[in-house]
């Protein structure tokens, strides 16, 4: 998992302002992953995206964006339109050779709206 | 979709003692289960994981153990740490799917 990095550590935003959060991997892996982690609370699938140029939504993808142009790179856009964003946003991936292939995490971004 | 639900949200255990922590999903098509080991403020980390085909594994102090009839999976930590203080989660991948569902988590708390 040493090789998925997120940026920043720390974000701060203030309401009604779109923010994006890093997630790059040279894992050569396929499909990436954006969870949600609230406190004392599991992890909810975001987005995920199988290969370049394609991504699904998970099951809270309302008030969020993403992009895969690049196989290494996944970012998340959380909107305005997102109304808690509050939270703890963790990163995956792992190859697409089966479902039996471990997801890799990265450090994640603490977002926090002002 | 796939529903997993996870039992207990948390759980104390004096040093030395067993820790069970239990998982049911809901999707006869999912085929392997990652347990991952979340200290606070860190990313998960895999502990521990079993496919359909096998019934138990084991890696040291740790096992797992799939019960693909009842649909449900268990991890046991034997001679507990202080160290072993984590959140766990359990997760399910159904097979052609690259979708992962999470269990809500145990906080594990180790006495000494």
């Known amino acids: 998992d040493g090789g998925i990095t997120q940026s920043p550590k720390y974000l701060f935003r203030k309401e009604g302002q779109n923010v994006t959060l890093s997630c790059e991997q040279n894992?050569?892996?396929?499909?990436m992953y954006w969870y949600r982690q609230d406190p004392g609370q599991g992890l909810r699938l975001i987005y995920y995206?199988?290969?370049?140029?394609?991504?699904q939504k998970g099951d809270i993808a309302e008030g969020y964006s993403v992009s895969r142009e690049k196989k290494e790179s996944f970012p998340l856009t959380v909107t305005s339109a997102q109304k808690n964003p509050t939270a703890f946003y963790l990163c995956?991936?792992?190859?697409?050779?089966?479902?039996?292939?471990?997801?890799?995490f990265g450090p994640g971004t603490r977002l926090t709206v002002l | 979709g796939e529903n997993v639900e996870q039992h207990p949200s948390t759980l104390s255990v004096q040093e030395g003692d067993s820790a069970v922590i239990k998982c049911t999903y809901s999707?006869?098509?999912?085929?392997?289960f990652p347990w991952y080991k979340q200290e606070l403020g860190k990313r998960p980390q895999l502990i521990i994981d079993?496919?359909?085909?096998?019934g138990e594994k084991k890696d040291q102090r740790i096992a797992v153990t799939l019960n693909k009839t009842a649909k449900h999976f268990s991890l046991h930590i034997t001679e507990t740490q202080p160290e072993d203080s984590a959140v766990y989660f359990c997760?399910?991948?159904?097979?052609?799917?690259?979708?992962?569902?999470f269990g809500t988590g145990t906080k594990l708390q180790v006495i000494p």
């Open positions: 995956a991936s792992k190859t697409s050779g089966g479902a039996g292939d471990t997801q890799y």
């Open positions: 894992l050569n892996h396929d499909a």
């Open positions: 995206s199988q290969i370049v140029n394609d991504f």
């Open positions: 999707d006869s098509a999912s085929n392997y």
């Open positions: 079993i496919r359909s085909n096998v």
């Open positions: 997760a399910a991948t159904s097979g052609g799917y690259q979708k992962v569902t």
